[in-house]
């Protein structure tokens, strides 16, 4: 059973480019969960979504950041018009029906030059 | 909604000392919580998790970690550390609804 998939790993933008991040859960696992972690900080929650359906998204900036999990395929982090501050490293989880434990992907490195 | 604070931003032992980094959480009702550990440049891996029943719980790489509710504490401990121990550790703590909260992460530096 392979892990969470996350790609590209490393993505190079320029201000005012997009970015898309893909995540493919574990197999059988329906439940995606996304997190930013900055330079030398923790992990902060962005947005937490089931198949076809965003359960909480509070951890989301208003604006320029959508996420996606459709019935079929991976679940996508869309950040528009790239600045800066949004380098980051973006990590995905997954979890089966709830158990409490979420799988963590390798990570995406955004650079933003 | 829950939060956790981890209060040593960084540690630094002596290889085959033995370890405890802290871990405090707020959280209403009983809480689900983790350890995690992430080696740099990758991403997190599982080393123990709380969920109920025994407030000791063992984990992977001879981690152990104990829940004290009166304290509202979920400290990690290892009584000897390996250079290979050497990495950044992050408590969480996660509710009901699955939506879980890391703290800002301890760095662990082993010393020869």
């Known amino acids: 059973n392979a892990g969470v998939m996350q790609n590209p790993r490393h993505l190079v933008r320029r201000r005012g480019q997009e970015a898309r991040l893909r995540c493919s859960p574990m197999?059988?696992?329906?439940?995606v969960y996304w997190y930013r972690q900055l330079p030398e900080e923790g992990l902060k929650f962005m947005v937490y979504?089931?198949?076809?359906?965003?359960?909480?998204e509070s951890g989301m900036p208003k604006e320029r950041f959508s996420a996606e999990f459709p019935k079929e395929g991976p679940s996508i982090l869309r950040i528009q018009q790239v600045v800066r501050g949004d380098s980051a490293a973006y990590f995905c989880a997954s979890s089966p029906e709830w158990d409490g434990e979420q799988y963590f992907g390798p990570g995406t490195r955004l650079t933003v030059t | 909604a829950q939060s956790v604070t981890q209060p040593d931003i960084h540690i630094t032992v002596s290889e085959g000392a033995s370890l405890e980094l802290r871990c405090n959480y707020s959280y209403g009702a009983t809480p689900y919580l983790f350890w995690y550990v992430q080696s740099p440049g990758q991403g997190l891996q599982l080393l123990l998790k709380?969920?109920?029943?025994?407030?000791l719980v063992q984990g992977i790489k001879g981690f152990e970690a104990e829940f004290k509710r009166s304290q509202s504490s979920f400290n990690l401990r290892k009584p000897s550390v390996h250079w290979s121990d050497a990495a950044e550790y992050f408590c969480?703590?996660?509710?009901?609804?699955?939506?879980?909260?890391f703290g800002a992460g301890t760095r662990l530096t082993v010393k020869p």
């Open positions: 709380y969920f109920s029943g025994d407030t």
């Open positions: 197999k059988g696992h329906s439940h």
């Open positions: 979504l089931q198949k076809e359906n965003i359960i909480d």
């Open positions: 969480a703590v996660a509710g009901n609804n699955n939506d879980m909260r």
